[in-house]
T-cell receptor, first 114, second 113 residues
């Protein structure tokens, strides 16, 4: 079974600084998708960034980028120029091929210091 | 474009009762998934429906069931409620089951007393 591990329960970053959130996963599949979701206090999960395993190029969405290391099964999220609105819980998630479920890590609470 | 709509947002039920939660996906989305979120267990997958068929099921007891209608709207039902069923129930929709990310609703907060 696939597992997703987020070993850091909490992190803090100064406004305007850069922070990296770690995620590792375990799978025997070669084709899969990885996601980072943000859950603010409003509870709604918001898709931050998505990476297809067959693409070697790391995904980027504005201030958010990933470091995808397929061999190491690592998928970290880098947030540049952190803003107060980035404070939230962040979940790393994995999805395999067709008909497979989305598996989430335990999440990490990110706080942003003004 | 309207997002994923979950109703009700909050619900308080008594042990032993049953409850039905509703999810309306984004127009054009045919896949609907349900998740249970608790502080202790995190996000756990309940089931996923695609074109009215259950395509995947998580490790929950038979008290948890769901269905999807022809308009892609989905309901989940929990019978004989237990205190441990108190959680945030999240619904997510997607265009298909493979290539796209999921869009989540704001969830239904269920409290069992």
């Amino acid at each position: 079974a696939q597992t997703v591990t987020q070993s850091q329960p909490e992190m803090s970053v100064q406004e305007a600084e850069t922070v990296t959130l770690s995620c590792t996963y375990d799978t025997s599949e070669s084709d899969y998708y990885l996601f980072w979701y943000k859950q603010p206090p409003s509870r709604q999960m918001i898709l931050v960034i998505r990476q297809e395993a067959y693409k070697q190029q790391n995904a980027t969405e504005n201030r958010f980028s990933v470091n995808f290391q397929k061999a190491a099964k690592s998928f970290s999220l880098k947030i540049s120029d952190s803003q107060l609105g980035d404070a939230a819980m962040y979940f790393c998630a994995y999805r395999g091929g067709a008909n497979s479920k989305l598996t989430f890590g335990k999440g990490i609470t990110l706080s942003v210091r003004p | 474009k309207a997002g994923v709509t979950q109703t009700p947002r909050y619900l308080i039920k008594t042990r032993g009762q049953q409850v039905t939660l509703s999810c309306s996906p984004i127009s054009g989305h045919r896949s609907v998934s349900w998740y249970q979120q608790t502080p202790g267990q995190g996000l756990q997958f309940l089931f996923e429906y695609f074109s009215e068929t259950q395509r995947n099921k998580g490790n929950f007891p038979g008290r948890f069931s769901g269905r999807q209608f022809s308009n892609s709207r989905s309901e989940m039902n929990v019978s004989t409620l237990e205190l441990g069923d108190s959680a945030l129930y999240l619904c997510a929709s997607s265009m298909d089951m493979v290539n796209y990310g999921y869009t989540f609703g704001s969830g239904t907060r269920l409290t069992v007393v």
